[in-house]
């Protein structure tokens, strides 16, 4: 009895011990920081009550002008947020060498597509990240946009159609839903070579499954959490994020797509084209002895966790960003009058969409700019620091191990930035208004060597999807509209809680 109250009283100990030493860490190294919840550390409401974006403000909003960093902890793992832009600078590109890792799960071993771009590491994140870059480089991006253009018609008569059914309720159309099946389409064409056919079909395949990564995840929410706070341990349990069953569809399609276009030599300067490029040069080079070791070259599965991570960031953020664009422009309509009337007169001589023309719309650009200045599809971006970092200027060493997060959503609502930040204004992206700016002032895409690597796509996808719209159709709220917008706590990117809904009119 007296044997076990010891192990008792010193599990007991041992354990008060490592939450002190935790949670009073950023106390001891006079790092100014939120005080922290056992366990759950700052992220008290996470996914329920509150969103990151609400959790980041509340700190941001706090320690702002305080000093460069401000402490909080995501469960147990110590954080770092990043408020100085300088220092964002320093963290994201200067000094990448000490954050060159985001510290997102992955096992690839178990969890195949989790082995993506956006969670490799060390060399081999740099491997790939040196052979997917001219995938998306602006002539290849070029090749791909005549698909776009073509899914881009299929969107205006899909739309077209929605304007039908919805008359008889004065023309309200659910937006995120059809731009989401826009992107899916795209996507699917160009990631897999396969055609998808969602805006036909609601219940189309790929959009189902699209739909159920983000609305039916493996575990739950507490689970993710702590699966992504606590990586390694994770890792060793052999634990998985991507369900059974998508990850056999994914896999299954990239293996089908492969095998029928090397059978039947087909050739499409898509996204899957480029993978198998990439694939049998890789392999011509371990013949030699030669490049970088990727498992002698793509493997399948390393093909398919690209795919994957391409369908999922591609079509999510870029339907969100449309969705949210074509919401600001029904709130704005002399915004919207001139973005059609840019698009008339760049289209007025060929009366065709295409690249060139696309590239041409400074006016469009500038919409979405402050579409992702107002609505950023993440609340921040993370790093994890692999060896100590010394802040310059200052005596604050962000240890090796620590995360360092970016608030990217507070940084674009900072007053002081952006004056009025709730306000929708596109000439906020004048090109002297941009100059006046820090660089670091604005984030939707992260920045530095582990900036995303699509973002060309995804803005041209977003560009084709918007002038096959605004083209034909006249935007303006409904009764069903909210304004302002609910947003959802549960997913971690920038989501509508019921949906987003607009009054819809041929023009």
């Known amino acids: 009895m007296i044997f076990a109250l010891l192990v008792v009283g010193l599990a007991v100990a041992l354990a008060y011990s490592f939450y002190y030493n935790t949670y009073t860490y950023w106390a001891r190294k006079g790092v100014p920081h939120e005080k922290p919840l056992p366990l759950i550390g ?11 974006r609400d959790i980041n403000q509340k700190i941001y909003n706090k320690f702002k002008g305080k000093g460069p960093i401000a402490g909080m902890f995501a469960f147990l793992t110590r954080t770092a947020m990043i408020m100085d832009l300088d220092l964002i600078k320093q963290v994201l590109i200067k000094d990448f060498n000490y954050f060159h890792d985001r510290g997102i799960f992955s096992n690839s071993r178990d969890d195949p597509l989790t082995g993506h771009l956006l969670t490799l590491e060390g060399e081999e994140w740099k491997a790939m990240r040196q052979k997917l870059t001219p995938v998306f480089s602006s002539g290849k991006i070029k090749q791909m946009s005549g698909v776009i253009i073509e899914v881009g ?9 929605e304007v039908t059914t919805a008359s008889v309720e004065e023309g309200d159309v659910e937006i995120k839903d059809l731009c989401a099946r826009f992107t899916t389409d795209v996507i699917g064409t160009c990631a897999f070579g396969l055609e998808c056919n969602s805006l036909g079909d609601v219940n189309a395949e790929f959009r189902t499954k699209g739909r159920e990564i983000f609305d039916k995840p493996r575990n739950s929410l507490l689970v993710h959490f702590l699966i992504m706070n606590n990586r390694l341990l994770a890792q060793k349990l052999r634990l998985k994020v991507v369900r059974d069953d998508v990850t056999e569809f994914f896999m299954s399609a990239v293996k089908n797509t492969v095998e029928y276009r090397l059978k039947n030599n087909i050739k499409r300067n898509d996204f899957m084209d480029q993978l198998i490029q990439l694939r049998a040069e890789d392999q011509e080079a371990a013949k030699k002895g030669e490049g970088i070791d990727l498992s002698n070259g793509l493997t399948l599965e390393q093909m398919a966790a690209q795919a994957f991570v391409f369908f999922i960031a591609g079509f999510e ?3 969100s960003t449309m969705a949210f664009c074509l919401y600001e422009l029904a709130l704005h309509q002399d915004i919207q009058d001139r ?7 760049v289209l007025g001589k060929s009366n ?18 402050e579409t992702l200045r107002k609505h950023p599809i993440l609340p921040h971006v993370g790093r994890e620091a692999k060896q100590d970092y010394k802040v310059p200027n200052t005596d604050i060493v962000i240890e090796k191990g620590t995360s360092a997060l970016i608030p990217i959503q507070c940084i674009h609502h900072d007053p002081e930035i952006y004056p009025k930040p709730q306000e929708f204004d596109p000439s906020r992206f004048d090109p002297e208004a941009v100059r006046s700016r820090h660089p670091m002032a604005y984030l939707p895409f992260g920045e530095g060597p582990r900036n995303c690597i699509g973002l060309r796509f995804g803005k041209i996808q977003s560009k084709i999807g918007l002038v096959s719209l605004l083209r034909k159709f006249k935007f303006s709220p409904s009764k069903r509209t909210e304004i302002p917008l609910i947003f959802g706590n549960r997913s971690f990117t920038l989501n509508t809680k019921y949906g987003l809904h607009l009054k819809v009119e041929r023009v």
């Open 42 to 52: 700052n992220l008290k409401g996470i996914g329920t009550k509150y969103h990151f």
């Open 153 to 161: 018609h299929r969107l205006a008569d899909t739309m077209d159609k």
């Open 317 to 319: 953020t870029s339907s």
């Open 339 to 345: 973005v059609r009337e840019e698009i008339e007169t």
């Open 352 to 369: 065709e969409i295409n690249y060139d023309a696309i590239s041409d719309m400074t006016y469009l650009e500038q919409v979405i700019a």
